[in-house]
């Protein structure tokens, strides 16, 4: 008789205490996974909540809705293994922990072991991490024993041996850890390891968790099944899907990564007899040292037929320009959850010509295209249907009319240049375009000025102020489209701009999302001459962004014959960026960031070289009061300025004063 057993992975797209929501997609998972004759489906951790629910984890009321929803599921896992995360407090402390069910049945709690405290994630603060080889019993309220079915279950370090089927979990960090403990599961004979995950998106990541489960799986003889979520979860972090069964090192199958879906079920067929005989054939030594409490179950996990796998990647996944994808779907799919998760009617954008407006218009542009293609117009449309005007409409064009409005603001430092670029990217997308001159208001405040100070106001004496005000009168108008259409205003400020404060605040930072501030402009400005004629996995290029991407970068903020640039203001944007990655991200001093621009620069005198750096670190230095109010942005990568979950800084410092002077 054969060993097979039909398994699944499942990405769900979760919002923190969405307990409708959340149980829905969870049941129409599982409904999925039965229909495929999967009798063992991986959840993502802390599904019934939601990840990020923040220190909403502290509250009772949150503890007590996911054990409610757990055990509503109960009824639907009849025939069926499944994996479900959920927060909860044992012994006063608190816990990120998955239950496993089998036939209908709660056989206990796992507790998660290394929790993820780096970058983003925030898990320490309300979690304890769970101590190898422990184990007791967790006991709930009496009135949750009808609910679940008994008050008293096994919690901890556990390994379940369902009829002769073990089964184990790394959670999320588990696996990403030296002493990950498949280790210590493998030296107790595990058949499977379940790792139900929130790996938000970071470019190039998937790599690392390719290698986590192929070598696992192979190291340990193992089938293993890694499952994530997917979407814009709670506001900054982007979740890429991308579920990957292997077994024994090989990939048996893996999901298509920022998908528009509610949720995506992922199978294959694990040959346990394989996996054992990988085991039995390791003559290395066991090194695990945790020993497992066993809970056993009688169910009898149903067995299957074999299957031809091959694992099927989309072609962009290995295309030389990897990160361009990556950054045009994460931002897409990002925006898409965005808007209909806050149930804006659409986006307003202030659109300058230039590459930040521009990028962010490319990107609903794409976020269209997308949404259309995995969902179908229709089922596009079904997920905004708080929208209701977009129910009369049926095309992309259509659908980009109503959702984007444009707003070019000129003052009478702007130029035909900047309105012929704006106006046709605008066209190009199918965006509702406005041109709303806002030089009368720019004229009213400085009238108003001069009259209160008896004084004249001039570009020798007062160019920032006067620089200001243009950007500052522009935010009214598109406050104003915003509140008429029911709309999400944004911000369009690149993290080039929030390290050195090159933006006005209530100015260019006005908004309620700030979706590109996660990304430096050089990268940005590569990226639209790629959208320009290449376009995502070769399609959905726009020939109309030559028109932006043949201007020197300018905010058009001063008088037309003084030829202002971004550059000519601050520094080349690939220098800015380089200092930005030594200082911030590899925390290298002024004199540190010296020497390595020195090597790379030879070319820049040294005199050169210091201006830039000491621009660089003043400017940061005393802008840190910008970055603290810019509207929430996109994590992207590890290079992240956002002091909310990145990068902290305090706002009033000595400003390397020290530092600086020994250059």
């Known amino acids: 008789m054969t060993n097979l057993i039909k398994v699944g992975g499942a990405e769900l797209n979760q919002t923190p205490l969405d307990w409708t929501n959340n149980f829905q997609n969870i049941l129409e998972a599982i409904n999925t996974a039965k229909e495929n004759n999967v009798s063992i489906l991986c959840l993502p951790e802390l599904c019934l909540t939601g990840y990020g629910c923040e220190d909403a984890f502290y509250a009772p009321n949150t503890e007590q809705q996911a054990l409610k929803l757990l055990g509503q599921l109960l009824p639907h896992t ?9 927060p909860l407090r044992h012994q006063n402390k608190l816990y990120n922990t998955v239950a496993l069910i089998a036939d209908q049945e709660i056989l206990g709690f796992v507790a998660k072991k290394h929790l993820a405290g780096n970058g983003i994630h925030y898990e320490p603060r309300w979690f304890t991490p769970w101590k190898d080889g422990e184990s007791g019993t967790i006991t709930f309220d009496d009135h949750f024993t009808s609910v679940l079915g008994t008050n008293s279950f096994p ?7 369902v009829k002769g089927v073990r089964i184990g979990f790394e959670i999320c960090e588990d696996a990403w850890v030296a002493n990950r403990p498949g280790r210590s599961l493998y030296a107790n004979g595990v058949d499977i390891i379940l790792n139900p995950s929130a790996s938000h998106f970071a470019f190039d990541k998937l790599d690392v968790r390719k290698r986590f489960v192929l070598e696992g799986s192979r190291a340990y003889g193992v ?38 879906y509610n949720y995506k079920v992922t199978t294959a ?22 020993s497992h409490t066993v809970v056993n179950s009688s169910f009898e996990i149903p067995r299957t037929v074999p299957e031809k796998h091959i694992p099927v990647e989309e072609s962009w996944e290995h295309s030389v320009n990897i990160k361009e994808e990556e950054f045009g779907r994460a931002v897409a799919l990002g925006l898409f959850d965005y808007m209909r998760k806050s149930f804006s009617k659409g986006f307003v954008v202030s659109l300058s010509g230039g590459a930040d407006s521009s990028a962010i218009v490319t990107l609903i542009h794409l976020m269209i295209k997308m949404g259309i293609e995995d969902l179908g117009i229709d089922g596009f449309k079904k997920k905004l249907s708080y929208f209701s005007t977009l129910k009369e409409f049926d095309t992309d064009e259509a659908l980009c009319e109503l959702i984007l409005t444009t707003a070019y603001q000129p003052t009478e430092n702007s130029g035909n240049v ?25 004229k009213g405040y400085v009238n108003a000025i001069e009259n209160a100070l008896g004084r004249s106001l001039g570009w020798d004496t007062d160019d ?3 620089q200001n005000i243009q950007a500052r009168v522009r935010a009214p108008s598109v406050w104003m489209l915003a509140n008429i259409n029911g709309a999400l205003l944004l911000s369009t400020s690149n993290r080039s701009e929030a390290a050195v404060g090159y933006a006005t605040m209530d ?35 726009i020939p109309a962004l030559k028109f932006v991407n043949e201007q020197q970068p300018t905010a058009e903020l001063r008088p037309k014959d003084s030829k202002q640039t971004d550059e000519a203001d601050l520094m080349p944007y690939d220098i800015l960026e380089e200092i930005e990655k ?6 290298k001093s002024p004199k540190e960031c010296q020497l390595f621009l020195s090597a790379n620069h030879p070319e820049a005198s040294q005199e050169t070289i210091n201006a830039w750096i000491t621009k660089f670190f003043r400017l940061w230095s005393r802008n840190q009061w910008k970055r603290e109010r810019y509207a929430p942005s996109f994590h992207l990568d590890d290079k992240n300025l956002d002091p909310k979950t990145w990068c902290r800084f305090p706002i009033l410092s000595g400003g390397f004063n020290q530092e600086l002077g020994e250059l």
Do not use: C
């Open 155 to 161: 919690f901890g370090d556990l390994l379940f041996d």
């Open 78 to 86: 009849k025939d069926l293994v499944v994996s479900v995360g959920l």
């Open 418 to 442: 900047t309105l012929n670029a704006a106006e046709s990217l605008a066209k190009a997308v199918g965006a509702t375009f406005y041109n709303v001159n806002v030089n009368p208001m720019f």
């Open 582 to 587: 030594l200082a911030i991200r590899d925390k």
């Open 507 to 541: 100015g260019d930072t006005s908004g309620g999302l700030s979706p590109i501030a996660g990304i430096d402009k050089n990268y940005l400005r590569s990226w639209l001459r790629w959208m320009e004629t290449n376009g995502l996995d070769n399609k959905w290029n």
């Open 223 to 260: 089938g293993y099944i890694y499952a994530n979520l997917l979407g814009n979860e709670s506001g900054r972090a982007i979740y890429d899907g991308g579920v990957m069964i292997a077994l024994s090192g090989k990939l048996l199958s893996i999901s298509k990564r920022f998908a528009f």
């Open 269 to 290: 067929t694990f040959d346990l007899d394989v996996a054992r005989l990988a085991q039995i054939q390791s003559h290395t030594s066991n090194t695990g040292t945790a």
């Open 464 to 466: 920032i102020t006067l």
